[in-house]
């Protein structure tokens, strides 16, 4: 989900981080009735101060290096099956911003506490955010013996309250054109190999990453009224890497950037794929 503030204020993002919160909460607890549910919700966020992220759906804006700038805010809702998008239990679930008068708080959590202009005017969450989604499966299940997959993080790095450890996400698209010399379904798993690779090799012991491979479940999977993230934002193929320092004393994430710049570098040239973006986020909220 690539949420985007209409009005980019600091009172805008507290509000929305607020808001967030609450709507974590509800999405995971939704009871699986047959079609699964959610397991984890989480927050990324770029940095205030680096131009390749935005606020903007702008086309034309891009960032300092001439690439098409990310969205700020980068969210991920896990679940078991993307068939739990198109239940009523899911559709159901409040968009109103003001979450507090639809439910009571549950312990230690903050109200949103949003000022309506006018007395009984129900503001709702897209009267301040602008969100685009996009629904991927997750490609290979359980991975490779050793590995650490996103798609199911350990517990302990989420929290009800949704406490984050120090983490990035990096986020790496992928489109494999016709022609590229091999088999076109065997290349994303290729590059989702090459990156944890080449991770392990370079990150200190105390930094680790939880890597899983998507793709992109069609038109025919977006729940109704959610507007779809566009082309120049998505891939057929995702590879999300979590790199969490749970001691907190190690990750840099301009360390982390610098290194996926390098490979995605190379693998365009080795490998012949030219469809390969990326983007770099931190993780602020971890709610399971």
Known sequence: MHPRLQDPTPANATTFLRWTKLHFRDMLNIPDTGSGHVTQDLRFVAPEGDDGYTHTHDKKEQGEDG?????????TCLMDDIAFLKTEAYM?????????????LEEGEMGVGFLEEEEGEEKMVFDIVDA??????????????????FQRLPKHLTSRMGAAPKSVLVTVYIDVPLGVGMDRDTVPQALHDSLLSRFKAVVPPALKPYLSLYRWAGVEAQ???H???GKDGRGEWMVLLLLVDEEGETLVRGHAVMLVEGWVEQERGEAGVRGIEFGVWEGEVFMG
């Not at 159901?92 to 009571?104: A, D």
């Not at 989604?133 to 299940?141: C, M, Q, W």
């Open 67 to 75: 690439k098409r700038a990310m969205p700020k805010y980068l969210y």
């Open 92 to 104: 159901g679930v409040s968009r109103r911003l003001n979450l507090e008068k639809s439910r009571k």
């Open 132 to 149: 685009q989604f996009a629904v991927y499966e997750e490609v290979g299940g359980l991975g490779r013996e050793g590995e650490m997959p």
């Open 223 to 225: 729940p109704e009224a």
């Open 227 to 229: 507007p779809l993230i």
